[in-house]
C-alpha cells in the first residue's frame, strides 16, 4: 500500500478514520527513523535520514500506525471557553458565569462575562491578559530593581516553545498563559528572565542569579513540567 506523498509540503496522509497527516523533517543528522507527536498541536514529524527511500518512510508510518492513533487519543482535549466552564486562574479554578455591565468581573470563584455567549472567549482571554500583564509588570519591577539591571519593553505572547525570553536589547516577552498558573510560578519565570539582563546564558553564575531573586524555584520549575502543557488546552 502506497500513501500520497505531497512532495511540496513533505507531508504523508495517513488514510483511515480520521485521516493523519504526517509530516516529514528529513535531516542530514539523523541516523534512524523516529516520531513525535506534539501534545499542544497534536501533529506528528517523522525525522529520518536526508537520503531514506520513500517507500521506507511509509512502510514506517504504517507499522507505526497503532502507536500513533493511540497517542493522539491520549491527547488532552481542548476546553472552549463558555458559561458554565471553568478556567484556572492564579492557581485556583474559575467558573465562568454571565455578568453585568461592560467589564468582566472576578467574584469569589466565579468569573463574571457580561454580553452574548459568542463573546466569551474573547472577553476571557482579554481579562486574562490584563491581569497577566499587571502581575507580570510588578513582579519584573520588582526583581530588575533588587538586580540593578533596568530593561526594555515587557511583551505578552502566546508562545508554546517557552515561557518567557529575554532579548540583547533588555525586551522581555512572557507567555500570558502564566497567568493561570499559581502566582508564585508566574514570579519564578519573571525571575529567570531577569536573571538574564545579568546572565545571557544559563550557567552556573545565571542560576546563583535566580536563586537569589527567587530562593527555591525548583518547585515551581517542576510544576510548569507536569502542569504547563495543560494551560495550553484551554482555547479562547
Known sequence: MNLPLNTADRQFTLPGQPEITVVLRPSLRARRLSLRISRLKGQVTLSLPQFCP???AENFILEKESWIRAH???LPSATQAGF???VPFAGRTLTICPGQGRQVELKGDLLMVPGRESLVPARVKAFLKVQARLALQEAVDDYSQRLGHPYGRLTLRDTTSRWGSCSTQGNLNFSWRLIMAPPE???YVAAHEVAH???M???AAFWAI???LFPGHQAQRDWLKRNGEDLHRYQF
Open 185 to 187: 510560578v508566574l514570579r
Open 197 to 199: 539582563l545579568e546572565q
Open 54 to 56: 520513500m517507500v521506507q
Open 72 to 74: 493522539l487519543a491520549d
Open 201 to 203: 546564558n544559563h550557567s
Open 210 to 212: 535566580v536563586e537569589r
Open 84 to 86: 458554565d466552564r471553568q
